[in-house]
């Protein structure tokens, strides 16, 4: 055992001086193949040009808020209750699309982190996805409320309320928009909607948008789940498309926040080729 480590100590030093480190205002980042000018956010590559250059992207996003107004028509025609309705949206890659951020993320060789991130949201320049300000437009035709119960932090409130009030994103105000406050679990927020309205649809890229059960994904990556909750799917929750990041990804790494080149041994080893 013992040889076998002294064996591994060069090739670990070579790994080691492969990295390049940048400092830009503190933010540490490594590239993982300097001679092949590779980013260490290169496996980023082909989710973020599908995101911004695919157009199976755009009508995704279109059938998307396509059947999400069908399910708010059928939803409105069932409950003649008094009680208002109402539509529970994530924000990010939901309503705004902050691929430009991702797309940074692989220019600069830059993991993510929440200060990067926030530099990227204080611009308040992200445009809205396709087909959402339509859909919203459509269901305040209706009667019916949008909130927005996103994990972006408080901190953040001004600057995406100025960007979504720029892109003339309805309800975009303080009631309607509820951020995180201590904990990303948003079952709290859902209920202090459920006090005045009947939530008729969620919408949202990551499922645990829709159930916190998806925040912990330890058993087969909450594929299970998935099938448990099929039918629930595009009746009471309308999901998105999102290959850049989200709790999926989280689950590959098993809660995890592992060094970038662990990272790309865990995404390898995730994998299921077919056997020859
Ligand atoms: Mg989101």
């Given at each position: 055992m013992k ?7 060069p090739?670990?030093v070579?790994?080691a001086?492969?990295f390049?480190?940048y400092d830009?205002?503190?933010i ?7 001679s092949?000018?590779i980013?260490s956010?290169?496996?980023l590559?082909?989710?973020?040009l599908?995101y911004q250059r695919s157009?199976e992207m755009?009508?995704?996003y279109y059938?998307c808020y396509?059947m999400a107004k069908?399910i708010v ?5 069932e409950?003649k209750a008094?009680t208002?309705n ?5 924000i990010d890659?939901?309503?705004l ?7 940074w993320?692989i220019?600069k060789?830059?993991?993510y ?14 445009k809205?996805t396709?087909g959402?300000?339509?859909f ?12 927005y119960?996103s994990?972006?932090e408080?901190?953040e409130?001004?600057a995406t309320l ?8 309805p ?7 509820l951020l995180k406050?201590?904990s990303s679990n948003?079952?709290?927020?859902y ?13 949202g890229?990551n499922?645990r ?9 330890k058993n087969?990556?909450g594929?299970?789940m998935a099938d448990?909750l099929?039918?629930?799917?595009g ?8 290959p850049?990041?989200?709790?999926w990804?989280?689950a ?6 592992p060094?970038?080149v662990e990272?790309?041994k865990?995404?390898r080893?995730?994998l299921?080729p077919?056997?020859e």
């Amino acid at each position: 055992m013992k040889k076998i480590a002294l064996l591994l100590i060069p090739f670990l030093v070579i790994v080691a001086l492969s990295f390049k480190s940048y400092d830009n205002s503190s933010i540490k980042s490594a590239s993982v193949c300097d001679s092949l000018n590779i980013s260490s956010q290169e496996h980023l590559m082909m989710s973020v040009l599908w995101y911004q250059r695919s157009a199976e992207m755009k009508a995704l996003y279109y059938q998307c808020y396509n059947m999400a107004k069908m399910i708010v028509d059928n939803k409105l025609k069932e409950n003649k209750a008094v009680t208002k309705n109402a539509v529970v949206l994530d924000i990010d890659e939901t309503v705004l699309d902050n691929s430009p951020y991702e797309a940074w993320m692989i220019d600069k060789s830059f993991p993510y982190s929440v200060k990067t991130w926030k530099i990227w949201t204080k611009a308040a320049i992200a445009k809205p996805t396709p087909g959402v300000v339509e859909f919203l437009n459509y269901i305040k035709s209706k009667g019916v409320e949008a909130f927005y119960v996103s994990n972006r932090e408080i901190d953040e409130r001004d600057a995406t309320l100025k960007n979504m009030i720029n892109e003339k994103i309805p309800f975009a105000d303080s009631i309607h928009i509820l951020l995180k406050n201590n904990s990303s679990n948003k079952t709290d927020r859902y209920k202090s909607i459920e006090k005045k309205y009947k939530i008729i649809l969620t919408i949202g890229d990551n499922l645990r948008d829709y159930n916190e059960i998806f925040g912990n994904r330890k058993n087969n990556y909450g594929l299970n789940m998935a099938d448990s909750l099929k039918n629930q799917f595009g009746e009471s929750f309308v999901i998105l498309p999102n290959p850049m990041y989200g709790d999926w990804e989280k689950a590959i790494y098993n809660g995890k926040f592992p060094s970038e080149v662990e990272k790309n041994k865990i995404r390898r080893a995730a994998l299921q080729p077919y056997k020859e």
